[in-house]
């Protein structure tokens, strides 16, 4: 009954900054492709310790100079003091950007979750408390102009929230020591201020809904948008399976074996892909944010599969292409 009333779901996308001339090339077409679809916002990674900062910035800048979509910028605050990390928010409210994603961070190469590597922030809950902070500082009114008035404007309008988002762990946290933690330390972000969540990517639509489940149980009341990835070879699976700690997903893995082409493990990738986002969708999930790994084919077809965005028609639809291969330890594959 209500079909026209209501709206499609939204969706999102992650990138992370290019680390060549050639490489930012390529993103800018993606950005290209991927703004045309209309999505709520692109976010763009960080490196730890501020390893891609400048990187980050130039690509929210393209977002913001290039495009009508609003950037949303990772944070982390791993190793910082609370002076660097004010800094870092200034300056990124600076060039412009007011939506973030405040993370922690991983422990630094060496170390493990058990040893000291925080810096004078405990946790990402700090982090949003820290932005909140300083951007009020920075911003408490909107400048309106006034007509008729010698000044250039007055300070009137209550300044605009900025967007924060956390991450949120469908399958846990690997520092987790004991059960609801996840829970726990998703109720204390959204008491500093997060205005919503972003998970972890997963591969069965059951990890999110009781996740999501045994968040409401917990007090979370925010949206928790489903990360998800198409992943669309085996050896992807594999490094993703690597870099998230998530559980193999023994059908997935099989059936990309199974394929013989890459056009066939891209088909079989979308296909799960498409079908996690359906079931998360139909369970209730507020929208979706999919994990580009700075390339479109895989995400728009997605999209086109739950009825997002129009399919192409077929002339329009390129060949596959064998991305080519990564470097190691990639930051820009955080996941
Ligand atoms: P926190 O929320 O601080 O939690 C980390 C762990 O500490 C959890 O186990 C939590 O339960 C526990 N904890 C929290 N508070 C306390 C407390 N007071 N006392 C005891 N334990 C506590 N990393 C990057 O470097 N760059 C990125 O751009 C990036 N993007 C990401 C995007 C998404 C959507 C996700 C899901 C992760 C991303 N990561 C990124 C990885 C992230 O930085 C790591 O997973 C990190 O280990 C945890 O970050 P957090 O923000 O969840 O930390």
Redesign the pocket.
């Known amino acids: 009954v209500n079909e026209q009333l209501s709206a499609p779901a939204p969706f999102s996308f992650e990138l992370f900054p290019p680390r060549s001339p050639a490489a930012e090339e390529s993103l800018y077409e993606t950005i290209r492709v991927l703004a045309a679809a209309g999505p709520d916002f692109i976010s763009v ?4 310790n501020g390893s891609s900062r400048d990187r980050s910035l130039a690509v929210l800048r393209h977002l913001l100079e290039r495009t009508g979509v609003s950037p949303l910028a ?1 944070l ?1 605050c791993v190793g910082s003091s609370h002076a660097e990390a004010s800094r870092l928010v200034r300056e990124f409210l600076e060039a412009g950007v007011t939506d973030f ?6 422990p630094p190469k060496g170390l493990s979750e058990g040893e000291p590597f925080l810096g004078d922030l ?4 700090e982090l949003v408390q820290l932005i909140d902070r300083v951007q009020a500082e920075r911003e408490q009114y909107d400048i309106v102009p006034s007509r008729g008035s010698q000044r250039a404007g007055v300070l009137r309008r209550p300044r605009r929230r900025v967007r924060i988002a ?4 469908p399958n846990g ?1 690997p ?2 020591t004991r059960q609801n ?2 829970i ?2 998703l109720l ?2 959204q008491t500093a201020g997060a205005t919503f969540a ?3 990517l997963f591969f069965h639509a059951e990890d999110y809904l009781g996740f999501v489940a045994r968040a409401r149980a917990g007090g979370v009341t925010m949206p928790i948008l489903p ?1 998800l990835m198409p992943v669309t070879s085996p050896a992807r699976l594999l490094r993703t399976l690597e870099l998230s700690d998530e559980r193999m997903p023994r059908e997935l893995a099989r059936d990309l074996e199974r394929a013989a082409s890459p056009e066939e493990q891209f088909a079989v990738g979308v296909d799960h892909a498409t079908r996690l986002a359906g079931e998360v969708l139909a369970g209730g999930a507020p929208g979706l944010h999919l994990y580009t790994l700075n390339r479109h084919r895989a995400a728009m077809a997605v999209l086109e599969g739950v009825g997002l965005i129009p399919s192409p028609s077929p002339a329009q639809t390129p060949p596959v292409q064998t991305p080519p291969a990564r470097p190691e330890n990639h ?1 820009e594959e ?2």
């Open positions: 990674t960080y490196g730890a990772h982390t994603l405040a993370l922690r961070g991983d405990g946790s990402a809950a956390v991450a949120a762990f946290h520092r987790d933690q996840d726990d330390s204390a972000k972003i998970t972890q990360g930051i955080t996941i």
